[in-house]
């Protein structure tokens, strides 16, 4: 008989049957499929693990592995990894078949980044969607992560500069979270809890080439010209950016300082815009302190400079290096006022 699904949160529990793991984020495919074997391993005994590639397993040797008993006759966990390429057209009827009569000694794990929903969803046991968190969500997933799976705890804004370097992806956070809590083990204490520190985030965790472009921001908000224009040069000679991604830079900047502007003209609160709008950090700080004290009218301006300067750097139209040149100044002139 069919194991279905009971209503509410899905349940990854010993008796489960049928599952079916699906999303974009694998590294919950992964832990999911732990955390299951755990909870047969606790009810069961030992468990044994077979896996198969769905881009070239066969149904029938899926299905007979789920069937057959093994000489120890220890439960089996068969897990299949891009489901979605053999649980399709004549085969799917194949898996609905099996869901609803599924071997007592065989918990089968449909897992695949791309899934078609059907009768085979309704018998399951479970279906787990796998999404990534957003980029307000992840600080405090990685937060949790630190002290589940690593020991550790993860200050919040040390949480906040992971994300912002690595974003999102659970699977990188939890790479840099066991990196870094090695890191904070104290040599004097060593049972003491390690605490991840914003500082030791900046000291271990680097930035992709993607991301050094957003270093221009700080630049541009410290309130020197010339080492705006500095900076600029050094990006792109020496460091060999385009143009392309350092005007989209700009111009993020510019929003962010025309949009904080007309909220406290309108008589808005300027922190409401803060989560929206990505302010962490020192450099948010420094956007918020100069929206408050900058024209709505001058800072639409310059958000219009950018905008064409984004566009020129895309189309190939006039200098665009010389242009960026331009705005760093017209920038460094609006924060040397504060």
């Given at each position: 008989m069919a194991h279905k699904a009971p209503p509410g949160p899905p349940l990854l529990d010993a008796s489960a049957r049928v599952v079916i793991l699906h999303g974009p984020e694998v590294f919950l495919h992964a832990s999911h499929t732990e955390e299951l074997r755990a909870a047969l391993g606790k009810a069961r005994g030992e468990v044994e693990v077979f896996r198969f590639d769905g881009q070239s397993a066969a149904p029938a040797d899926v299905l007979d592995e789920c069937r057959s008993f093994g000489l120890m006759a220890r439960h089996k966990l068969?897990?299949?990894?891009h489901a979605d390429q053999v649980v399709k057209e004549g085969a799917r009827p194949l898996f609905e078949r099996y869901a609803q009569n599924p071997c007592d000694m065989a918990t089968?794990?449909?897992?695949?980044?791309?899934?078609?929903a059907g009768k085979l969803d309704e018998m399951a046991s479970a279906v787990v969607r796998c999404e990534p968190p957003s980029l307000d969500e992840a600080p405090d997933r990685a937060c949790a992560m630190a002290s589940k799976r690593h020991g550790a705890r993860l200050e919040r804004d040390a949480a906040v500069a992971l994300v912002?370097?690595?974003?999102?992806?659970?699977?990188?956070?939890?790479?840099?979270?066991?990196?870094?809590?090695?890191?904070?083990?104290?040599?004097?204490?060593?049972?003491?809890?390690?605490?991840?520190?914003?500082?030791?985030?900046?000291?271990l965790t680097g930035r992709t080439r993607e991301e050094e472009v957003w270093d221009v921001q700080s630049a541009l908000l410290g309130g020197d010209p010339g080492h705006a224009l500095s900076r600029l040069r050094d990006m792109i000679v020496i460091s060999g950016h385009s143009a392309p991604p350092l005007a989209y830079a700009f111009m993020d900047l510019a929003r962010k300082v025309h949009s904080l502007s007309r909220?406290?003209?309108?008589?808005?609160?300027?922190?409401?815009?803060?989560?929206?709008?990505?302010?962490?950090?020192?450099t948010g700080d420094r956007i918020m302190e100069l929206a408050k004290q900058t024209d709505p009218d001058r800072a639409h301006r310059l958000f219009r400079a950018t905008v064409e300067a984004?566009?020129?750097?895309?189309?190939?139209?006039?200098?665009?290096?010389?242009?960026?040149?331009?705005?760093?100044?017209?920038?460094?002139?609006?924060?040397r006022r504060r």
């Amino acid at each position: 008989m069919a194991h279905k699904a009971p209503p509410g949160p899905p349940l990854l529990d010993a008796s489960a049957r049928v599952v079916i793991l699906h999303g974009p984020e694998v590294f919950l495919h992964a832990s999911h499929t732990e955390e299951l074997r755990a909870a047969l391993g606790k009810a069961r005994g030992e468990v044994e693990v077979f896996r198969f590639d769905g881009q070239s397993a066969a149904p029938a040797d899926v299905l007979d592995e789920c069937r057959s008993f093994g000489l120890m006759a220890r439960h089996k966990l068969v897990v299949v990894d891009h489901a979605d390429q053999v649980v399709k057209e004549g085969a799917r009827p194949l898996f609905e078949r099996y869901a609803q009569n599924p071997c007592d000694m065989a918990t089968l794990v449909l897992r695949s980044t791309k899934w078609h929903a059907g009768k085979l969803d309704e018998m399951a046991s479970a279906v787990v969607r796998c999404e990534p968190p957003s980029l307000d969500e992840a600080p405090d997933r990685a937060c949790a992560m630190a002290s589940k799976r690593h020991g550790a705890r993860l200050e919040r804004d040390a949480a906040v500069a992971l994300v912002d370097r690595v974003g999102s992806d659970l699977g990188l956070l939890d790479t840099e979270l066991a990196k870094l809590a090695t890191a904070a083990v104290d040599p004097d204490d060593p049972k003491a809890v390690p605490v991840i520190t914003a500082e030791l985030v900046s000291t271990l965790t680097g930035r992709t080439r993607e991301e050094e472009v957003w270093d221009v921001q700080s630049a541009l908000l410290g309130g020197d010209p010339g080492h705006a224009l500095s900076r600029l040069r050094d990006m792109i000679v020496i460091s060999g950016h385009s143009a392309p991604p350092l005007a989209y830079a700009f111009m993020d900047l510019a929003r962010k300082v025309h949009s904080l502007s007309r909220a406290v003209r309108g008589g808005k609160n300027p922190w409401s815009l803060r989560g929206p709008l990505r302010l962490w950090g020192p450099t948010g700080d420094r956007i918020m302190e100069l929206a408050k004290q900058t024209d709505p009218d001058r800072a639409h301006r310059l958000f219009r400079a950018t905008v064409e300067a984004d566009a020129r750097s895309k189309s190939g139209f006039g200098e665009a290096e010389r242009g960026l040149e331009i705005l760093a100044l017209r920038f460094g002139a609006l924060t040397r006022r504060r």
